[in-house]
């Protein structure tokens, strides 16, 4: 089955292109050309654009990786919902504006030949996204490549900068994505107090550190809800445990932001549920 792609249509291809030409004029000691490319990034990765939209939505499912086969249906199914919220027609004015500047201000007969690794997997990519906003879509491309993004997803990526998935526009995607890994981890679904840490988590700015000061108030509200029930514990053996309890909790650091630190927090969460729940029923 022949699938015709169009490399200069490809927003992922056309932004590693971008970048390879900035690197290269930096090497070589050309300034004005770094400067040149790096203003048309500037000027059509823009957020709030269609083109911008894509191009987080195509970065989020090029490095995303996902455990289990389950999962991967999941973010192929959410990234088919979001690539249909693109608007089409202003996604295409905006591709030609950019392959313009590209064409005209570059003037660079040998840019589109730069070679981009596993660019077959962008090609892809790219194919779905199209593919998914088609009205009368080829079926028979679409599973031969939703299969291959299958197999992607599964594959362990050597490098995931959370930095490339934060994008107002590709927030439900994103989320999703993490959602339905912490949830396979842990077998239940979020409660809306872990599914708003979890959104800080993904969002973390360091500027403007919620996410950090969230770790405190959980911390805060963890070890208050220990003292409660070592107060009203009638078992001596739990009671001895407690303690012990309180001082790991203590311990866990509130200014780092990664998995590990999530997935503990998350579990705090729970266990003040618990024990804030026991409470309310021996009121």
């Not at 599914?195 to 550190?209: A, P, R, T």
Request: a neutral charge; aromatic letters at 8%; glycine letters at 2%.
């Amino acid at each position: 089955m022949k699938v015709k792609h169009n490399k200069k249509r490809n927003v992922g291809l056309l932004f590693a292109q971008l970048s390879q030409s900035v690197s290269e004029s930096m090497v070589e000691g050309d300034s004005k050309k770094a400067a040149k490319t790096l203003s048309i990034i500037k000027k059509h990765f823009v957020p709030g654009t269609e083109l911008f939209k894509e191009f987080r939505l195509f970065r989020a499912i090029m490095v995303t990786s996902v455990p289990t086969d389950s999962l991967a249906s999941s973010i192929i199914f959410e990234a088919k919902a979001a690539s249909r919220n693109i608007n089409t027609k202003t996604l295409t004015q905006q591709k030609s504006s950019l392959i313009k500047d590209i064409n005209y201000e570059m003037n660079e007969s040998s840019f589109y030949n730069r070679r981009v690794a596993d660019y077959k997997t962008f090609a892809t990519v790219q194919t779905l996204l199209s593919e998914w906003r088609n009205r009368d879509p080829n079926l028979s491309v679409m599973a031969k490549f939703e299969t291959e993004l299958h197999t992607h997803l599964l594959k362990e990526k050597k490098l995931q900068n959370l930095d490339d998935l934060k994008s107002a526009d590709a927030n439900h995607l994103v989320v999703d994505i993490m959602r339905k890994k912490i949830e396979e981890k842990f077998g239940s679904q979020l409660t809306s107090s872990q599914l708003s840490l979890l959104k800080e988590y993904v969002f973390f700015d360091h500027e403007n550190d919620n996410f950090s000061q969230k770790l405190s108030e959980i911390k805060r509200s963890t070890i208050l809800a220990l003292s409660n029930f070592e107060e009203r514990c009638d078992n001596q053996i739990i009671k001895t445990q407690i303690p012990r309890v309180r001082e790991s909790v203590d311990a866990l650091p509130t200014d780092t932001s990664d998995d590990e630190t999530l997935s503990r927090y998350l579990t705090l969460m729970k266990l003040t549920e618990e024990l804030t729940t026991g409470d309310e029923g021996n009121e």
